[in-house]
């Protein structure tokens, strides 16, 4: 498949640009922590946007590749900050603070605290043979599996408490990646969590929770719910990581079974992008196409992981998957969720952290491309919700509301306007109204269809760059005053 050689590159200097003005301090990420599957936003009302800690393994893991790759010292560096916040975020008990994702700010989750020992488990393992200290990352990852068994063994969840099964919180991909701690921290300390505890728990998953017919798994929380598709790529993660470090074949056969699942069920969009389907209807047997996530950083990795080690079947798959990516990503660096909502959840610029791991993982030269053009404002829109994005400020309009936030506080969230310059934003019907002032560069990055227009009334001079529905990207030039752009212009 045809792609710009330095495609990857590029997104990726792109994301570490945007991910940067995030920064809150040394080693601290912020971000908006909302969940568009679940359609779970409650740290907007709690004005919250700080660290959350599952998102450390998509950045670890993504800045260690880099590092790796370009031999830049400031990639490993990044990576150490970021060990000493997580180990700065346990508490006493071994639980880490900020580990609930969407529902921060607050601690306990369960998948949420195994992804945090996966990250200072991924740089323990990196920095063995350099002659690093890393035995303080690995007691912070002791102290926190002592708790998993203290807190959370056979605890269960809402729907079924105190299960009678080898479990932890009885969800499939949240045990997994307790299991899979395990055995990587068995891997660098010799431990028997994995032997005692996380082998009966992936076992016991594969046998009972695994539905051979349809190739998915239920989901463990709701009677007769599968995973939904997007979490399948991340339980194929786990699998092809817990094959690579027990050699169990089992792992890896479910595995390649499931992504051929997902494979099958995939579809194009309106603009020729493979999607991953949302999930299937065992009653009416019959796969559920929307809403589809867009973000499928973890089943590219779990793809490049195959190929890194033989398996190429699904590399058309990887590359389709990555098109996609690549055409949904912001002119400042982010991601696009999905376009199904048609709503604030299809447009919020959450960290992506698994798509920066998975970009990084496939991207197989030395050296990042430099980037030409230097935007200082993003602005995407679905349905009636307008999000703009500048360096240091995000602002949502919903309707007559307007939220917003200042990047570097991880309590900076206002229910007023932030950004300076932006006078005018509605999205009626086909066309969108923009009057902004002082700004020199502008991303749209909602696709433009043949029949919509944008109409920017500018202060200045400035250089627009757009999204069109047949795959191009385009920039021109605006005059001061109103300038109106449609499709047919290009």
Partial sequence: MHRDPDALGKSISKYLNWIRTWKQGRGLYGGLHIHAYWKVDSVLEKRYQGVTVSKYIGLMNGFLELHRKTGKRRFLKECIDMAETLRGLQDENGCFEHSVSEFEPGKGGCVHNALADLALLTLSDYLSSTGYEVSKYLEVVKRNLSWFMSYWWKRGNKWMRNPDFPCWCGVTNQDLAVALAMAYYAKLCKDDYWKKYGRPVVDWYL?????????????????????????????????????????????????????????????????????????????????????????????????QMLEDIGISSFKRFKEELLRTVLFYQSGRGYFRISNHYRNFLDIVPLMASGVFEALTRVWSSDKLPSLDEKIEVGIDYSGRDVLIDTNGYWQLHRGDQVVSGVKSDPNGIHFKPLISGIRKVRVNGSSFTLKISGFRSISIDHVLEEDERVIIETNREAIVYLKLFDGRRVKDVLKIGRNVIKYGDF
Avoid: C, M
């Fill in 207 to 303: 046998e009972n929770y695994y539905h051979p017919r349809i190739r998915s798994f239920f989901r463990g929380d709701t009677e007769g719910f599968l995973e939904p598709a997007s979490y399948n790529g991340l339980i194929d993660y786990e699998l092809i990581q817990l094959y690579l470090l027990t050699g169990r074949e089992e792992y890896l056969e479910v595995a390649l079974e499931n992504i051929e699942y997902l494979k099958e069920n995939s579809w194009r969009d309106e603009y020729g992008f493979i999607r991953i389907h949302n999930n299937f209807d065992l009653r009416e047997k019959r796969a559920i196409r929307t809403p589809s996530i867009i973000t499928q950083g973890a089943l590219i990795s779990a793809l």
